[in-house]
């Protein structure tokens, strides 16, 4: 009996292959090429059970060397980063979970009123949908949403998932409860339209898991002053390649991390560099970007 070979692997089916050449080259706004937005993710977890990043090697629960060192992102890292952003007159998007609201009063909405962009991120980051069933994971969307709903007046345009942790009908359920565009899918450096069951479709927005610091500094150890080097130099490589395809840029950062005075000092000087540079980017929110790529 012949055996038939193996030509290639199971495919997801949101999307074909696209090699970068071959697509059109089009302009964002004021003719710029190189999109550029920084993520500040908020999130709040759970005293004593569920998931959490972690500073030292986890210990039994409550584990409260790295669930205090997560709180202090939020009482202080993340006013300390506000401060930076406001002096360099940088909009940010900012990802709450929805949980953010009960727990820390107030933070939220000193973005809003910042006219930052809010970004669901979720119930908490103690949990990943990707690990639930159907049912438990649209209740979990559903609950996240309608906190973000009754909070904002209206649904936010874009998702990232707790631990960019999806399912196999994550991108379905997302879609059917309204959203625009997701932030899980680090594929590509231009958005990307992925469909979905209900023949619909929802927008990809570039996310980096590399200029990360949750990544890069506690799964790789980086030091601050090597991650503020990492963001300068994908920006300049980005802005030199954008000259032949237009991209986007994000880097995604984290109070408990990026907010720790020594890191923070080294982060300044990247966001100096870029700042310098403005001139020459479209420097703007996800939700923006997501309007202009749909727009083309």
């Known amino acids: 009996m012949e055996q038939s070979l193996m030509t290639t692997t199971r495919n997801h089916d949101r999307f074909s292959y696209s090699a970068l050449p071959d697509r059109p080259v089009y302009d964002w706004p004021n003719g710029k090429r190189l999109a550029v937005y920084i993520a500040l993710n908020v999130e709040t977890f759970s005293f004593g059970e569920g998931d959490g990043a972690a500073l030292a090697p986890k210990q039994d629960q409550p584990d409260v060397l790295n669930y205090a060192w997560r709180e202090w992102g939020n009482r202080v890292g993340v006013w300390r980063m506000k401060h930076v952003f406001d002096t360099f007159d940088m909009p940010l998007a900012l990802l709450p979970n929805s949980c953010v609201y009960e727990n820390c009063p107030g933070l939220i909405e000193a973005f809003r009123e910042r006219g930052d962009e809010i970004v669901a991120h979720g119930r908490t980051n103690a949990e990943r949908q990707g690990a639930m069933g159907e049912i438990d994971e649209k209740a979990l969307i559903r609950e996240a949403s309608d906190v973000f709903r009754e909070r904002e007046?209206?649904?936010?345009a874009g998702w990232l998932a707790p631990w960019i942790s999806q399912s196999e009908v994550s991108i379905d359920l997302l879609k059917e409860e309204g959203y625009a565009y997701l932030l899980d899918w680090c594929h590509d450096d231009q958005p990307v339209w992925m469909t979905t069951r209900d023949g619909g479709r929802i927008l990809s927005v570039p996310y980096s898991h590399e200029t990360n610091d949750i990544p890069a500094i506690t799964a790789r150890y980086t030091g601050g002053h090597e991650f503020a080097g990492m963001i300068v130099a994908q920006f300049d490589e980005m802005l030199e390649a954008s000259q032949r395809a237009p991209a986007?840029?994000?880097?995604?950062?984290?109070?408990?991390?990026?907010?720790?005075?020594?890191?923070l000092r080294a982060l300044k000087r990247a966001l100096q560099h870029i700042a310098n540079h403005r001139d020459e980017i479209w420097l703007t929110r996800?939700?923006?970007i997501a309007k202009a790529f749909a727009a083309l």
């Not at 007046?153 to 936010?156: A, K």
């Open 153 to 156: 007046g209206e649904l936010p």
């Open 248 to 263: 986007v840029m994000s880097v995604a950062l984290h109070p408990y991390i990026s907010g720790q005075p020594f890191r």
């Open 286 to 288: 996800p939700g923006e």
